[in-house]
């Protein structure tokens, strides 16, 4: 029993490190699985989680771009504000809107030569008009003489005028429209100071309004528009009128460069008629030449006839007894007959 017994021992024995060997195996394979699995598992999520994050970052880059671009739409369009409300409340720029409606009215109807802007229409004055029409001196020492033109836009007065009619106040719009017939009056005024100085000017200029209403309500106040023409020699237009007065003006331009070309021609003419004159004075002599000629000729067609009548009785020689006599003609020498690359000498 005691063999047996050592027999078993010694076959658990076996066994167990065979099983021992065998789970030890088993663990270090599975370690491996378990190490192989984690690295797949973490490359799979380190290439999906670097797409998805690329993804992200790519949307939110294309998001913070249309933002971007979204502010600096609202930023021109802040801008465009800016610029329209500056326009309205008449602030002093060259964007102005009488300004800006007045410089498309001229570049419409006139040649870009036919007037200037920002100029000094008083000599030795720094005050400069927006814009002047220009006209041709009248003492040909090529200075021109300037038509004065300046765009004005009393919103805020013409603005009160219309609350006060839509209001249906008399009170308060008869005082608009004095406020605003004073206002007018008050840039006729400086106009007149600042740009007309007779010659170098016309002698008047012209105030422009940007809107009919307005010009509308300057005709409707009593005797302000022929007071501002007798008294500070400016007139008052509105767009329909100033393009009126610019086709009008533009049609003078037209009228004088005719005459400017006419008088070209008439001196064009005048050469040619002195040079016909000489012509003619040629034709005559050449006439007169041939005349002679003729009667040249005529007098020796008539001494031909009476040689000839005189030499009637005489009897016609052959044409050799004619060599004979008088020689042979000057046709009909030698060296007359004999081809130029054979010619002989006489002597």
């Not at 009160?160 to 839509?166: M, V």
């Not at 006729?188 to 100071?193: N, Y």
């Not at 000017?201 to 007798?230: K, N």
């Amino acid at each position: 029993m005691g063999s047996i017994a050592t027999v078993q021992n010694a076959q658990f024995e076996t066994l167990r490190q065979a099983v021992g060997e065998r789970l030890e195996r088993i663990q270090q394979d599975n370690a491996a699985k378990l190490e192989q699995m984690r690295q797949t598992v973490d490359e799979k999520l380190h290439a999906t989680l670097e797409q998805r994050l690329s993804e992200s970052f790519k949307q939110v880059s294309e998001r913070l771009e249309l933002v971007h671009k979204g502010l600096g739409e609202m930023q021109t369009l802040a801008i465009g504000v800016g610029d329209l409300k500056k326009v309205l409340v008449n602030v002093k720029s060259r964007g102005v809107l009488g300004e800006v409606q007045l410089a498309a009215l001229l570049e419409q109807v006139l040649a870009p030569e036919q007037y200037d802007t920002h100029v000094a229409t008083r000599p030795g004055s720094r005050e400069r008009v927006e814009f002047a029409i220009k006209f041709p001196g009248r003492d040909g020492d090529g200075q021109p003489v300037w038509l004065p033109i300046d765009a004005k836009f009393p919103l805020e007065d013409y603005q009160r005028l219309q609350d006060a009619q839509e209001a249906g106040d008399p009170v308060l719009t008869e005082a608009a429209s004095r406020a605003l017939e004073a206002r007018v009056r008050l840039e006729g005024r400086s106009i007149a100071e600042k740009y007309l100085e007779p010659p170098f000017t016309t002698e008047f200029a012209l105030l422009y309004l940007p809107l009919e209403g307005l010009y509308a309500e300057v005709l409707r106040r009593p005797g302000l528009f022929e007071q501002m023409q007798r008294e500070l020699h400016v007139t008052v237009c509105g767009p329909t009128t100033l393009s009126a007065v610019l086709n009008s003006l533009q049609m003078g331009f037209r009228t004088l460069a005719i005459e400017k070309r006419s008088s070209e021609v008439w001196k064009v003419l005048g050469a040619v008629k002195a040079e016909f004159s000489r012509f003619g004075e040629t034709l005559a002599r050449t006439k007169a030449q041939l005349q002679t000629v003729a009667n040249s000729i005529g007098d020796a067609e008539v001494r031909t006839r009476q040689m000839a009548r005189k030499l009637k009785g005489v009897e016609t020689l052959a044409d050799a007894e004619v060599r004979e006599v008088l020689g042979p003609a000057e046709d009909d020498s030698p060296q007359a007959l004999t081809p130029s690359g054979d010619s002989r000498s006489m002597n």
